[in-house]
């Protein structure tokens, strides 16, 4: 096993380097970046040398080393804004976002940097790359987290009951229920809780911003923990109504797939109680395909499908700094983002091999050779 996870964490380090050159090569032929929208900034507030000839030109040597890893196809001949602007400005532009050197350089950089977790600063905030995550991610893992463990709590039991009652009236009017939860969209059902409990047009039971209370900090612990589990009611309902569709069905369809099996039939002619059949022989088996979703399902939740109901509830998560990023080209935020996003998604797919062992210690990937 030992062997195994070497392996895995090696291949760790090509697949990362993998995924940010495609990635940077991709952005190499995006429009609109920082160069053009400060040159369309320029344009149309009028000259801002002085800025950019002064400060501007003494930030160049700290931003030029880690910032500059994004393309722009910005020059005095290649793009139509610049015309009309003094040369000398362009170059200093391009040398505040670090654009003076060329791809190969910058991506050279940008991975030694990388290497020793500096990403560098954002082009658009007066913070590093690692001080705006740290400043999101609370946010983020309030809603992954719980979001995923309600899901799991209730969609495992719920899946295994429909599996034993396969076919019956609380089968069929359970599957009603969670695919018509999945077939409303998350921020759609966040608005119509908004709507109903957040002072929209009837009650006003919980808050609809932040994850704590003004004034909050000065409270006992069991006050702030209590405030805190009202802020997260809503986002949390909302983000769960149509995740319980697939992981119910899949724990149902895997528990009916072992049920049916020649081992489980053999179990129950000795004499096995059903409890102990369910719980002793399937369970064990049904829940590798399970827990195989498992990592996939933390990472979309915490990373991705939370935008809108980050904006929905004015929460202040890396859904909405991941979004406002790639709409402003803050090309720092966004590889930094990338790069700590898909680390920590290769490292719970090794979690999740190792969560494989830990349900049926028969499995022994230390005999795998790939």
């Given amino acids: 096993m030992a062997a195994y996870l070497l392996r895995r964490l090696l291949l ?12 940077f090569a991709v952005i190499q032929f995006a429009p609109g970046g920082p160069v053009e929208q400060m040159i369309a900034e320029m344009k149309g507030k009028g000259d801002t040398t002085a800025r950019l000839t002064g400060g501007g030109a003494s930030e160049a040597g700290t931003s030029s080393g880690s910032a500059g890893m994004g393309g722009d196809s910005s020059g005095s001949g290649s793009y139509r804004g610049a015309r009309g602007l003094d040369p000398h400005v362009i170059a200093d532009i391009k040398r505040l976002f670090g654009f003076d050197k060329p791809p190969m350089e910058r991506f050279e950089i940008m991975l030694r940097n990388y290497a020793t977790f500096d990403f560098g600063r954002s082009f658009f905030r007066d913070q590093t790359v690692l001080q705006l995550v740290a400043q999101k991610m609370p946010v983020s893992i309030s809603i992954g987290l719980w979001s995923t463990l309600l899901i799991y709590l209730v969609s495992i039991p719920l899946g295994i009951a429909k599996a034993v009652r396969d076919g019956s009236r609380f089968d069929v009017a359970s599957s009603v229920a969670v695919l018509v939860g999945y077939a409303i969209p998350g921020f759609l059902f966040a608005i119509l809780l908004v709507v109903l409990f957040a002072g929209g047009s009837f009650v006003s039971w919980f808050p609809l911003r ?152 028969r499995i022994d990937f230390s005999a795998r050779r790939t």
Avoid: C
């Fill in 12 to 23: 760790v380090i090509p697949t990362l380097i993998g995924i940010i050159a495609i990635n």
């Fill in 210 to 361: 932040g994850l704590s209370s003004s004034g909050s900090q000065e409270w006992g612990l069991g006050a702030r923990v209590l405030d805190y589990a009202w802020h997260m009611v809503l986002p949390t309902v909302a983000l769960i109504v149509g995740g319980f569709a697939s992981l119910t069905m899949l724990t149902k369809n895997s528990f009916l797939e072992e049920i049916r099996k020649q081992y489980v039939t053999t179990a129950r002619a000795k004499g096995a109680g059903e409890a102990r059949v369910m719980y002793r022989h399937v369970f064990r088996n049904a829940m590798l395909l399970i827990i195989a979703g498992f990592p996939a399902a933390l990472m979309g939740i915490l990373f991705s499908s939370s935008l809108l109901i980050e904006i929905v509830f004015s929460l202040d998560g890396l859904g909405l700094l991941g979004f406002e990023s790639a709409i402003r080209r803050d090309y720092p935020v966004m590889f930094g983002t990338l790069y700590i996003f898909t680390l920590l998604g290769l490292v719970l797919q090794i979690v999740g091999d190792l969560m494989y062992t830990l349900v049926d210690p």
